[in-house]
């Protein structure tokens, strides 16, 4: 009798067992599927960032930012190769957007890549937004800013680990803020 008992007890634990780790796969699988959402956000601008978008008229825009910011942010140009203000600039702190102010890069995934612009293997989660470029008989994928569309740059896939992916972005399009050592 006692050992009967025992044996319902162990096939019912086990039984248990195997129904959390049902859930746990089901989390699991889940989860993954978000992720892959969440890097597969080319063109895709969701409901929540859209209502948190900055909207000004171009003729604001005009106001607010200098000729080279407004070429570069609003009318999506290039800074020249080596020239920028940012390319060899390696201090600690936040890249911030030239158009709205919101932090885009952290100067930890700065990097020297010889390219002529400022280049970054990383984001700040959610800061930028990935769109088709088919532009100048290129294919390439732009960079703007989540908040006020304001365009940044490109990215490519030849940057380091961890990420493998090089963003590539004007000086002008950016505001250096310093990491304050208190
Ligand atoms: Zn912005």
Redesign the pocket.
């Known amino acids: 009798m006692e050992k009967k008992y025992l044996l319902i007890r162990l096939i019912s634990t086990i039984y248990n067992y195997k129904k959390i780790f049902f859930i746990i796969m089901m989390f699991a699988y889940v989860y993954s599927c978000q992720l892959r959402i969440n890097k597969n956000q080319i063109g895709s601008s969701n409901q929540n960032i859209s209502q948190k978008k ?1 909207k000004k008229t171009e003729t604001e825009w005009q106001r607010i930012l200098s000729d080279q910011e407004y070429k570069i ?1 609003r009318e999506k140009g290039t800074e020249r190769a080596f020239t920028g203000k940012y390319d060899g600039h390696f201090q600690e702190g936040i890249y ?7 932090q ?1 890069f952290e100067s930890e995934t700065k990097y020297r890549s010889g390219c002529g612009w400022p280049a970054f293997y990383d984001a700040i989660p959610g800061a930028v937004e990935e769109h088709e470029d088919n532009s100048l008989g290129m294919q390439r994928v732009e960079i ?7 365009h ?1 740059g490109h990215v490519f896939n030849d940057g380091p680990e961890p990420t493998g992916v090089r963003y590539c972005i004007n000086s002008v399009s950016m505001d250096f803020d310093k990491k304050d050592n208190e």
Do not use: I, Q, V
Not at 96 to 102: H, I, K, T, V
Not at 144 to 150: I, M, Q
């Open positions: 900055m942010l911030n957007c030239a158009g709205c102010g919101s885009l703007t800013c989540s908040k006020c569309d304001g940044l």
